[in-house]
């Protein structure tokens, strides 16, 4: 095929046998598979695990979910460190409040669901200083999660990615270094050769251009905002 | 109908169309989607993880924090330093912006008091003002002065006089030039001298006893006029905006209120009602038309109209009284008219 015929293809038509664009999501995922909803059958030995041992079931669901429930909450609060401390967290909830006993789905839906609540709620107080709600956000049921509220979720860790991959580059890398390898200013300072200030300013400047777009979009805080406006 | 996995994959990586956005909502509106949503989640997070986390010493920690059963939770680790919210600051600035302009309103309302030092002298008050570079200013009753509160004295020496006041004035080294400002448009400058400035609302009047002043007179819409001063002279200006030189004045009674001084020679008392009133800007009335063939001679020192009253009153062998501003003589055997 010649560059010409290549040009003029229209993109939303891929020729048949043409590689189609792929997006960077899709890149490595398997042929589909006939997948349907029959929910957690590989959660039956660790269901088992929890009638007998509590403690044992908490140690295996923590043994397999831990590291992408990280990646997911790190989605959000755009920290290691904080996405792990909710993580551990919530398993310990999970553990001393005894929720598995009351999970009516799969332990795989609820652990996303409550991390996502746990880190929405951080992002949240973070961006806002708004206190977390901490009463409803390990609560077992599902019901409380809503389809829009699955939505809204996923609407905001992409916004905010989009919101990081939007600041300059040696500001996203001083946001990325300090947030995401915990590094201190004075390393990041000595690694940019930059000065600490410059890297805080970086910092804060960062912050602040993420809140304003979420707040841009509505995705967190307006109510907030107005209180404040009131107030002052 | 369920999306394909691929949909949802894309999706999660935020590459989803509108339309495909659509369609994930309707389908997550169905029993059971969640389910298939969070496995679907669970998979790509899996396929695309954000990073690997330490799950071997977090999972020791886990084990560590279930044993010793505290609820202890660690304590969230805020790496941003604080920052106020933009909306605060936003109003921060708002009340900053808000206090400047009051400041500035009231700067500019009290601009005067807070800029100038005004002396302002009563209907019967003197007043001598002792100026930092040694100069002296006598003020005259019914007299305002007004000069810098700060930085007299650093570039120039400049004051404004409405009304009545002799200047003595310090040469100083510096030849710094002593600049009276007069309502009427003129302007004395001096070097050191003694000299009298009288201005009330249009007319003026300047008498030199020593040393050299320049005058200078900015009508509107004229060029400036300038008169050079010798001791002895006095520059009349009138109510047309006339300078009128006058080179032999009589300097002897130069401004004799000053030392509080009153001089007297066969002057009749009504004379005297009219200069005490000229000085004091007070009435002097006399009880009987006799009175005012009385005559004086003599120098009285007083500081203020009473005191002067008071002399007076003892010399002729007179009764004083007050009545509002005004100082009424009347003869000791005469009995008071009204009272």
Redesign the interface.
């Known amino acids: 095929m010649s560059a010409n015929a290549f040009l003029f293809r229209s993109s939303t038509e891929p020729t048949p046998g043409e590689p189609k664009p792929l997006a960077p999501g899709d890149k490595l995922t398997p042929p589909t598979t006939p997948d349907v909803a029959i929910p957690a059958d590989n959660e039956l030995f660790i269901r088992n695990a929890f009638t007998t041992d509590p403690r044992l079931g908490c140690e295996l669901l923590f043994r397999q979910y831990f590291a992408p429930l990280c990646s997911h909450a790190v989605r959000f609060v755009y920290d290691r460190q904080l996405a792990e401390d909710l993580v551990a967290d919530l398993f310990y909830a999970l553990y001393a409040k005894q929720i598995y006993a009351n999970i009516k789905g799969s332990y795989r839906a609820y652990l996303y669901q409550a991390v996502r609540n746990r880190a929405y709620n951080s992002l949240r107080w973070e961006l806002n200083r708004q206190e977390p709600l901490t009463n409803e956000m390990d609560q077992a049921d599902s019901d409380s999660a809503q389809p829009d509220g699955l939505l809204q979720q996923d609407e905001l860790y992409q916004a905010l990615e989009q919101a990081v991959g939007q600041l300059s580059p040696q500001r996203q890398r001083v946001f990325l270094l300090s947030r995401f390898e915990g590094k201190s200013y004075k390393e990041i300072a000595e690694e940019m050769m930059l000065s600490p200030k410059t890297v805080e300013n970086h910092l804060l400047r960062a912050v602040s251009i993420i809140r304003r777009m979420l707040q841009q979009q509505r995705l967190i805080g307006w109510g907030v905002c107005g209180l404040f406006i009131l107030n002052a | 109908m ?1 999306p ?3 949909l949802l ?7 989803a169309t509108t339309v495909q ?1 659509k369609v ?2 309707e389908w ?2 169905q029993p ?11 998979e ?10 330490d ?1 071997t010493s ?2 020791d ?3 560590q ?2 044993d010793s ?1 505290t ?1 202890l ?2 304590q ?6 604080y ?1 106020p ?4 600051r936003a ?1 921060q600035w ?1 009340v900053a912006a808000t206090i400047t302009a009051i400041l500035l309103g009231c700067a500019w309302v009290f601009s005067e008091p807070l800029l100038y030092q005004t002396i302002v002298t009563g209907p019967r008050q003197l007043r001598s003002i002792h100026l930092p570079d040694g100069s002296t200013i006598a003020l005259n009753s019914h007299s305002t002065l007004r000069m810098p509160r700060i930085g007299y004295g650093w570039f120039s020496r400049w004051v404004r006089l409405k009304g009545d006041a002799v200047f003595d004035v310090k040469h100083l080294a510096t030849h710094q030039p002593f600049v009276v400002e007069t309502g009427t448009g003129l302007t004395v400058d001096v070097l050191g001298t003694e000299f009298s400035v009288r201005s009330r609302s249009t007319r003026a009047e300047v008498v030199l006893r020593r040393g050299r002043v320049n005058l200078r007179y900015k009508a509107l819409n004229q060029p400036t006029q300038q008169i050079k001063m010798k001791p002895g002279d006095r520059v009349t200006l009138d109510e047309r905006g006339t300078l009128a030189l006058n080179s032999r004045a009589d300097t002897t009674r130069f401004a004799h209120w000053r030392y509080r001084l009153f001089s007297f020679n066969n002057t009749p008392l009504r004379e005297v009602a009219s200069q005490m009133r000229a000085v004091f800007g007070i009435k002097v009335l006399l009880s009987h038309p006799e009175l005012e063939r009385r005559r004086l001679t003599g120098t009285i020192r007083a500081g203020s109209s009473d005191e002067l009253a008071e002399a007076l009153a003892e010399l002729l062998d007179l009764r004083v009284s007050h009545h509002d501003e005004n100082i009424i003589f009347s003869s000791t055997t005469q009995t008071p008219i009204a009272q």
């Open positions: 369920q394909p996995k691929e994959f894309s999706y999660f990586a935020g590459q956005q994930i909502s997550l509106a059971g989607s969640r389910e298939v949503y969070f496995q679907w989640l669970d790509w997070e899996r396929s695309f993880p954000q990073y690997a986390p799950v977090r999972f920690e886990f084990k924090r279930l059963g609820d939770r660690p969230y680790r805020h790496s941003m330093p920052e919210r933009p909306l605060w109003s708002l």
